[in-house]
């Protein structure tokens, strides 16, 4: 009966370590913090204009705004000679946009993702 008590009382305590062990684990990689890189491959050229900007973001999500205010955002599919063809709009996802390069006042996009 003592044994079994022992037994009992041994499984216990490594159960309880077990679990501090652990969880101080998680709790430490809970605290690690994601760290902020480049994206490879996505850049502004100040010296160039709005079209050879977005030519480099092709395949890319991008906000334009116009002149007027408005704001688009999707992903860019191609670059003419007088306008930008977005597509999978946010929140019109079947949808594509045809924008006039002379009515952008803005280009935004992300540069930076966090790499865990």
Known sequence: MKNKGKILSATGITMVSLFFIVFSLLSTQADAKPKVVAIEGISYNVNASFADNLKSLVGKKVYIALV???TFSGVVKKIGNHLVH???????????ALIRLENIS???TR????QR
Request: aromatic letters at 20%; zero cysteines; charged letters at 50%.
């Open 68 to 70: 007027s205010g408005k």
């Open 106 to 108: 803005a280009i935004d």
């Open 86 to 96: 977005l597509e999978k709009l946010d929140g019109k996802e079947y949808f594509d």
């Open 111 to 114: 540069f930076r993702d966090y």
